[in-house]
């Protein structure tokens, strides 16, 4: 299986700090962001990952091309033009599923969390399924959540708990039926799943955080520092 992490965001909610650099490589206890989600997928044996970029990209590509990947090949796609999250799966998608593979797994360079990719990869899926997202408790800034995740394992606009879109998801190329070359976003092509019983969710209940703005990403670090983690 092959992975995606999204890293072309503005980072614009992240001012100051992303002035001079991109959000991606902006430090959580002295190390880039992008290269705790670039652990956790190597943990899992995921050797072929894909990073968009765009602010500021080429910083990005500089790091990641002279660290030691550990044998993990990664590739990039610079956007002249922001594409949103949906714009820039859909231009990689044919390397995403150039071997066949039935799923790609996708990370967003700015979350830092503590979730096992392996559970999520366990989850079965079949030819109908159209993916899995990794579902969290409802964080304060966002406390109605996006889905709703019931006993089925499926995801829901209506039935189940609501809970919040981790950022973290395996997804089928079938989700992007129809969609054509350009700016779009995710979120309409999920709820789209959802209503034809498509798509499936996994709760998380262990440390998650969208680093978004720096007072986040100082919250982060002070709860990372009280649990001696890194």
């Not at 490589?25 to 880039?32: M, S, Y």
């Not at 949103?84 to 390397?95: A, D, N, R, Y």
């Not at 079965?124 to 406390?143: A, S």
């Amino acid at each position: 299986m092959k992975a995606m992490i999204l890293a072309a965001g503005l980072g614009t909610r992240m001012r100051p700090l992303t002035l001079t650099i991109p959000k991606p490589l902006v430090p959580l206890l002295g190390k880039p962001l992008i290269e705790y989600p670039l652990r956790q997928l190597k943990a899992v044996g995921i050797r072929h990952i894909m990073v968009n970029h765009a602010w500021l990209g080429q910083q990005i590509v500089d790091h990641l091309t002279q660290m030691d990947t550990d044998g993990v090949q990664i590739s990039f796609s610079k956007e002249d033009e922001p594409l949103e999250t949906g714009g820039g799966i859909f231009k990689v998608l044919p390397w995403l599923t150039q071997e066949g593979e039935p799923f790609f797994l996708v990370m967003n360079a700015d979350v830092y969390s503590d979730v096992d990719l392996s559970v999520l990869l366990k989850v079965p899926l079949d030819e109908k399924d159209l993916g899995c997202l990794v579902m969290i408790e409802n964080p304060d800034w966002h406390p109605t959540g996006d889905f709703r995740l019931g006993d089925t394992g499926y995801l829901s606009e209506s039935d189940g708990q609501p809970l919040t879109f981790s950022g973290i998801s395996i997804l089928s190329p079938k989700l992007f039926s129809g969609c054509e070359a350009g700016a779009f976003a995710l979120a309409p092509l999920l709820r789209r799943a959802i209503s034809q019983g498509r798509l499936k969710g996994v709760f998380h209940q262990g440390i998650w955080s969208d680093v978004g703005t720096p007072e986040r990403l100082a919250a982060l670090e002070a709860q990372l520092i009280h649990e001696n983690r890194e």
